[in-house]
């Protein structure tokens, strides 16, 4: 089964930037993850103060906004999507993601529709 393991930054410094493990850190896990073929995808994003955020008006107009205005001291980071067997099996790889030491790892499944 399919779970993205969605990697939230537990705060964010003046310049939207994450507080982070090391590079090394990152490069293991993910050394890790890919030798266990488990690895289906994964991102690391850039920069919240690179964010634009799209809304759609009730008169159907399109609105953007610049910049990082999220409402919350977590940033989303970056994400890996992993197949492995159950829920626990991605807990598991959640628990061991540098993420998951100065910020969180949220876990949820990929819905596979029919078809």
Same mark, same amino acid.
């Given at each position: 089964m399919k779970?993205?393991?969605?990697?939230?930054?537990?705060?964010?410094? %003046?310049?939207?930037? %994450?507080?982070?493990?090391?590079?090394?850190? *990152?490069? %293991?896990?993910?050394?890790e993850v890919k030798e266990a073929g488990i690895f289906v995808s994964g991102?690391?994003?850039a920069d919240l103060v690179t964010a634009t955020a799209v809304q759609v008006g009730q008169d159907?107009?399109?609105?953007?906004t610049d910049?990082?205005?999220?409402?919350?001291r977590e940033v989303?980071?970056?994400?890996?999507v992993i197949d492995v067997p159950d829920?626990?099996? %991605?807990?598991? *790889?959640?628990?061991?993601?540098p993420g998951a030491r100065d910020g969180s790892v949220v876990v949820r499944p990929v819905a596979e529709f029919g078809g």
């Amino acid at each position: 089964m399919k779970y993205m393991l969605l990697i939230n930054a537990g705060a964010v410094d %003046a310049d939207g930037k %994450a507080a982070e493990c090391g590079v090394e850190d *990152w490069m %293991a896990y993910d050394k890790e993850v890919k030798e266990a073929g488990i690895f289906v995808s994964g991102e690391s994003l850039a920069d919240l103060v690179t964010a634009t955020a799209v809304q759609v008006g009730q008169d159907g107009r399109r609105i953007v906004t610049d910049g990082p205005f999220a409402e919350t001291r977590e940033v989303l980071g970056g994400f890996y999507v992993i197949d492995v067997p159950d829920l626990d099996a %991605a807990l598991d *790889w959640a628990a061991r993601c540098p993420g998951a030491r100065d910020g969180s790892v949220v876990v949820r499944p990929v819905a596979e529709f029919g078809g």
